[in-house]
């Protein structure tokens, strides 16, 4: 069983930034695929980025690539993404998730309880 904690959400201006955390509880989760989704209000949850235990194979969602960056540092049990240039369509609740492999579906992976990102215009 991996816990996962997010935290970094806030409130922040068009063009801001934030970096989001999740902190997962097992050093098990060293070699897990960990992820960001989002979803925003009245729409499904959506994709935004995930990465290997190594960082070797990064993916991004095409409407967050060249302002998001995904990384993780497994020394702390942590995977950070970093949000740049936001746009208030970027304002959602964030979730982290990791899975064992990419042949288990994201939705029978762990997850976290979500942290709220709102951007104003």
């Known amino acids: 069983q991996v816990q996962l904690v997010e935290s970094g959400g806030g409130l922040v201006q068009a063009g801001g930034s934030l970096r989001l955390s999740c902190s997962a509880s097992?050093?098990?989760?060293?070699?897990?695929?960990m992820a960001w989704f989002r979803q925003a209000p009245g729409k499904e949850r959506e994709f935004v980025a995930d990465?290997?235990?190594?960082?070797?194979?990064?993916n991004y969602a095409d409407s967050v690539k060249s302002r998001f960056t995904i990384s993780r540092d497994n020394a702390k049990n942590t995977v950070y993404l970093q949000m740049n240039n936001l746009k208030p369509e970027d304002t959602a609740v964030y979730y982290c998730?990791?899975?064992?492999?990419?042949?288990?579906?994201?939705?029978?992976?762990?997850w976290g309880q979500g942290t709220q990102v709102t951007v104003s215009s």
């Open positions: 998730a990791s899975r064992s492999s990419s042949f288990v579906p994201w939705q029978r992976g762990y």
């Open positions: 097992t050093p098990t989760a060293h070699n897990y695929i």
């Open positions: 990465m290997d235990w190594n960082g070797d194979k990064l």
